[in-house]
C-alpha cells in the first residue's frame, strides 16, 4: 500500500541531545512537509521541500534542521537549540505541491523531552 | 495578514443528527482553495473535502458539504447524518503564498450514541 511512514511513534529527548524523526513515503510525491501540534493549537509549519536537495524555512524553523537527499525521505532533526520540542509532529507529501492538493499525513511522531 | 479561524473548540451532536463547524479567514487573494481535514484519535490526519474558490458551487463528498460564503470569507463543514466515526478534530485549512497550508486551531467533534 501507498503512503508516509513515520518513526519511531514515541520518541524521548534528553536535555542537549539532537534526535531525528524519519519521514518516508512511496507515493512518488514531489513535495514533502513537516508540521508541528501543540495542544489546543493547530499545525504549524516547520519546513518543506517540493524538490530533491531543495527545502524551504516554514513558520517556526528554529531549533530544527532537515535534508531532501532522496525523493523519498524527508527526515527532520529537532536540535538541543529547540528549547521546547515536547509537541506531536507530522509529517506530509503532495504531488507537486500546488495549493490545490490535498495532503497526504502519516501518523505521527510524539516527542518527549526526559 | 493571511488568517484562518475556527471559532468553536468543541462541539456535540448526537448520532444521525446534523452538526456544522464554523470557519473563517482572511486574504487578498481572488483565487484559491479551502480545505476541511479531520483528525480522529488515531491522529492521522485525513482530508474531508475541499472548495475551489472560484466555484460558485458548495462542495459534497457523501455526507459532508460546505456552506461557502466568499463574500464573507466563510467556509463552513456541515455534517449529515453524523455517526460515531465522526468523532474527531476538524480543522480548516487555507494555503498562503501558492504553496503552505496554514491550518485552524480545530474544533473537537464528539458524536454521542
Known amino acids: 500500500d501507498g503512503g508516509i511512514t513515520q518513526s519511531p511513534k514515541y520518541l524521548f529527548r534528553k536535555e542537549g541531545q539532537n534526535v531525528t524523526l524519519s519521514c518516508e513515503q512511496n507515493l512518488n510525491h514531489d513535495a514533502m512537509y513537516w508540521y508541528r501540534q501543540d495542544p489546543g493549537q493547530g499545525l504549524r509549519l516547520i519546513y518543506y521541500s517540493q524538490i530533491v536537495n531543495d527545502f524551504q524555512k516554514g513558520d517556526i524553523a528554529e531549533g530544527y534542521s532537515v535534508s531532501r537527499e532522496k525523493k523519498e525521505s524527508f527526515p527532520l532533526t529537532v536540535t538541543s537549540a529547540q528549547k521546547n520540542p515536547t509537541a506531536f509532529y507530522l509529517c506530509?507529501?503532495?504531488?507537486?505541491?500546488?495549493?490545490?492538493?490535498?495532503?497526504?499525513f502519516g501518523s505521527g511522531t510524539q516527542l518527549s523531552v526526559l | 495578514a493571511q488568517t484562518v479561524t475556527q471559532s468553536q473548540p468543541e462541539m456535540s451532536v448526537q448520532e444521525a443528527e446534523t452538526v456544522t463547524l464554523s470557519c473563517t479567514y482572511d486574504?487578498?487573494?481572488?483565487?484559491?482553495?479551502l480545505f476541511w481535514y479531520k483528525q480522529p484519535p488515531s491522529r492521522q490526519m485525513i482530508l474531508v473535502i475541499r472548495?475551489?474558490?472560484?466555484?460558485?458551487q458548495n462542495a459534497t463528498e457523501n455526507r459532508f458539504s460546505v456552506n461557502f460564503q466568499k463574500a464573507a470569507k466563510s467556509f463552513s463543514l456541515k455534517i449529515s447524518d453524523s455517526q460515531l466515526g465522526d468523532t474527531a478534530m476538524y480543522f480548516c485549512a487555507f494555503p498562503i503564498n501558492t504553496d503552505k497550508l496554514i491550518f485552524g486551531t480545530g474544533t473537537r467533534l464528539q458524536v454521542f450514541p
Open positions: 486574504t487578498s487573494e481572488n483565487n484559491y482553495y
Open positions: 472548495q475551489e474558490a472560484y466555484k460558485q
Open positions: 506530509a507529501s503532495s504531488n507537486y505541491g500546488s495549493q490545490h492538493e490535498k495532503l497526504f
